[in-house]
């Protein structure tokens, strides 16, 4: 009998790290895939959807200006009842530590439909950082079925909390399958770069760098563009007010910096092709770069992915001004230091991952 499986996707990373996973589904004749969009992200969903061709069956649009955490999560577990009990699917996946995925995980472990993780068995340990992502993913794997853990670290994390070994599948990040299928198709950012320049590539919109850590974040990219007459810099600039308002304060009207919409997935996959060197609080940036061969200095005290900072290839500066600068400025300054960080490793997956999701919920759901 067909299985049904209710996708859900909320913010941009988890559409992009989805996306792979609905193809794989839809490929599937014995199982029906159902996208629920909670639009928790309304303009940076949309991209990628776009880009990927995806059509939710389901849009809750739930996103409110300046929403609040509290306010969010209650109105999506109001709304994620409703559908569950219209819906009745066989299982329900969600993706990553956002709102959405701790909202799905809950209504589905109340609905008492299994629930699979895709991007399980991350931690820092610290439930303030990042928050409220911790929080979210540890709560999130008390209520799965089906852990589908990235790597082998993330699955030995998952076994070191006493989650059942038969629970916990290793599929690679989907991540990389996403960035296969972009990069194939060689794109550009489509900016208007200065080609004799080197390039700065930077993202911010990490929760607990809002305020002063975001400040001293500008204020060491700042003094670099200064101190570097041969640089620009590309920010596509990220729709949380509360990031936008900062960064446009400081940077704007600087000549050498392109402060942008958020690019879509195609076109910052370009823009990370073409960068010099990556700074970011992201998430996902830290999974696609050392895949391309592009160092990242990595804007937080604390990272989940510690696997491209063993490998060498991503570093953790943390948020103080000079420790950043200092950073960025050895990897432009010297060549065999910038050498040893710009290569391509991938140690969070191999383009196959959604694959290997499908087969282990198949298997899961005979
Ligand atoms: C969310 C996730 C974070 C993830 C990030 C990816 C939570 C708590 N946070 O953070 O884990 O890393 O997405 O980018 O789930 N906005 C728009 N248009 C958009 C997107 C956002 O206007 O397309 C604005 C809205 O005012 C919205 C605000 O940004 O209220 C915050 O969005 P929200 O999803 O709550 O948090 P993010 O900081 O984007
Ligand atoms: N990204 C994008 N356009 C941008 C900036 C980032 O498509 O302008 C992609 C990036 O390649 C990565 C994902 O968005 O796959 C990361 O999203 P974000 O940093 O918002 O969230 P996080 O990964 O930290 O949860």
Same mark, same amino acid.
């Not at 489509?190 to 990490?206: N, Q, S």
């Not at 607990?208 to 975001?214: D, H, I, K, R, S």
């Not at 991503?314 to 990897?331: D, F, K, N, P, S």
């Given at each position: 009998?067909?299985?049904?499986?209710?996708?859900?996707?909320?913010?941009?990373?988890?559409?992009?790290?989805?996306?792979?996973?609905?193809? #794989?589904?839809?490929?599937?004749?014995?199982?029906?895939?159902?996208?629920?969009?909670?639009?928790?992200?309304?303009?940076?969903?949309?991209?990628?959807?776009?880009?990927?061709?995806?059509?939710?069956?389901?849009?809750?649009?739930?996103?409110?200006?300046?929403?609040?955490?509290?306010?969010?999560?209650?109105?999506?577990?109001?709304?994620?009842?409703?559908?569950?009990?219209?819906?009745?699917?066989?299982?329900?996946?969600?993706?990553?530590?956002?709102?959405?995925?701790?909202?799905?995980?809950?209504?589905?472990?109340?609905?008492?439909?299994?629930?699979?993780?895709?991007?399980?068995?991350?931690?820092?340990?610290?439930?303030?950082?990042?928050?409220?992502?911790?929080?979210?993913?540890?709560?999130?794997?008390?209520?799965?079925?089906?852990?589908?853990?990235?790597?082998?670290? #993330?699955?030995?994390?998952?076994?070191?909390?006493?989650?059942?070994?038969?629970?916990?599948?290793?599929?690679?990040?989907?991540?990389?399958?996403?960035?296969?299928?972009?990069?194939?198709?060689?794109?550009?950012?489509?900016?208007?770069?200065?080609?004799?320049?080197?390039?700065?590539?930077?993202?911010?919109?990490?929760?607990?760098?809002?305020?002063?850590?975001?400040?001293?974040?500008?204020?060491?990219?700042?003094?670099?563009?200064?101190?570097?007459?041969?640089?620009?810099?590309?920010?596509?600039?990220?729709?949380?007010?509360?990031?936008?308002?900062?960064?446009?304060?400081?940077?704007?009207?600087?000549?050498?910096?392109?402060?942008?919409?958020?690019?879509?997935?195609?076109?910052?996959?370009?823009?990370?092709?073409?960068?010099?060197?990556?700074?970011?609080?992201?998430?996902?940036?830290?999974?696609?770069?050392?895949?391309?061969?592009?160092?990242?200095?990595?804007?937080?005290?604390?990272?989940?992915?510690?696997?491209?900072?063993?490998?060498?290839?991503?570093?953790?500066?943390?948020?103080?001004?000079?420790?950043?600068?200092?950073?960025?400025?050895?990897?432009?300054?010297?060549?065999?230091?910038?050498?040893?960080?710009?290569?391509?490793?991938?140690?969070?997956?191999?383009?196959?991952?959604?694959?290997?999701?499908?087969?282990?919920?198949?298997?899961?759901?005979?």
């Amino acid at each position: 009998m067909t299985k049904r499986i209710l996708v859900t996707v909320g913010t941009r990373p988890e559409a992009i790290k989805m996306a792979p996973v609905i193809r #794989a589904l839809q490929a599937q004749p014995d199982l029906e895939c159902r996208v629920l969009a909670t639009a928790q992200h309304r303009q940076m969903l949309d991209q990628v959807l776009a880009v990927f061709g995806i059509t939710p069956d389901i849009d809750l649009d739930i996103m409110q200006p300046g929403q609040s955490l509290t306010g969010l999560t209650g109105r999506l577990l109001l709304r994620l009842e409703e559908v569950l009990a219209a819906e009745q699917p066989d299982a329900i996946l969600a993706q990553g530590d956002t709102t959405t995925v701790l909202a799905t995980a809950l209504a589905a472990f109340y609905a008492r439909i299994p629930f699979g993780h895709v991007e399980a068995g991350l931690r820092t340990g610290d439930l303030s950082n990042p928050f409220p992502e911790e929080m979210n993913r540890v709560v999130a794997s008390h209520l799965t079925r089906w852990h589908f853990a990235p790597t082998r670290l #993330a699955a030995d994390r998952l076994l070191a909390e006493g989650y059942a070994p038969d629970s916990i599948h290793v599929t690679g990040n989907t991540v990389i399958d996403a960035l296969h299928m972009v990069a194939a198709t060689d794109p550009d950012s489509g900016l208007a770069l200065d080609p004799a320049r080197r390039t700065l590539l930077v993202t911010l919109h990490r929760r607990e760098n809002f305020g002063a850590p975001l400040g001293r974040i500008l204020d060491a990219l700042e003094r670099l563009m200064n101190d570097n007459p041969d640089l620009q810099m590309v920010l596509p600039v990220h729709h949380n007010p509360a990031v936008r308002g900062s960064v446009n304060a400081r940077l704007s009207g600087h000549d050498r910096v392109i402060l942008c919409e958020p690019l879509d997935y195609t076109a910052f996959v370009g823009a990370m092709m073409g960068a010099t060197l990556i700074l970011s609080d992201s998430g996902g940036v830290q999974e696609e770069a050392p895949a391309l061969g592009k160092p990242v200095l990595v804007l937080r005290e604390t990272t989940e992915r510690p696997e491209a900072v063993s490998a060498g290839v991503t570093r953790l500066v943390g948020t103080q001004a000079e420790t950043i600068r200092a950073a960025a400025q050895q990897l432009l300054d010297d060549p065999a230091a910038y050498a040893a960080m710009a290569r391509r490793e991938s140690p969070y997956g191999d383009g196959q991952a959604a694959g290997r999701i499908v087969a282990a919920l198949r298997a899961g759901l005979a």
